[in-house]
């Protein structure tokens, strides 16, 4: 028990920490059913946060409307009728 969470990456520190304080050691199979469960929760809070970006993103940009030509998608700056289209 003690050789595998020696090799843990230490992303899994405190998961580690807290195998090694309990009073009576699990077995190997239990502990990796508990980091199993640990890194699914990890990938789908990751995957959330980068849907929520994404989102958040896309939003701010379908919001800007271009005072010049009043296209939504971007602003003033950025409008081929000031700055010129490209040949």
């Avoid at 020696?6 to 990796?32: F, H, I, K, P």
């Avoid at 699914?40 to 959330?48: A, C, D, G, K, S």
Wanted: charge should be positive; glycine fraction near 4%; aromatic fraction near 8%.
């Amino acid at each position: 028990m003690f050789q595998f969470l020696n090799g843990l990456d230490e992303v899994y520190r405190s998961q580690r920490s807290q195998m090694l304080l309990m009073t009576s050691l699990q077995m190997v199979e239990m502990a990796c059913s508990m980091l199993q469960q640990e890194e699914t929760q990890r990938e789908v809070l990751e995957f959330r946060k980068i849907d929520v970006k994404s989102a958040t993103l896309y939003s701010k940009i379908e919001n800007q409307r271009c005072s010049q030509c009043g296209i939504r998608g971007h602003t003033k700056e950025k409008c081929w009728t000031v700055i010129g289209y490209p040949s």
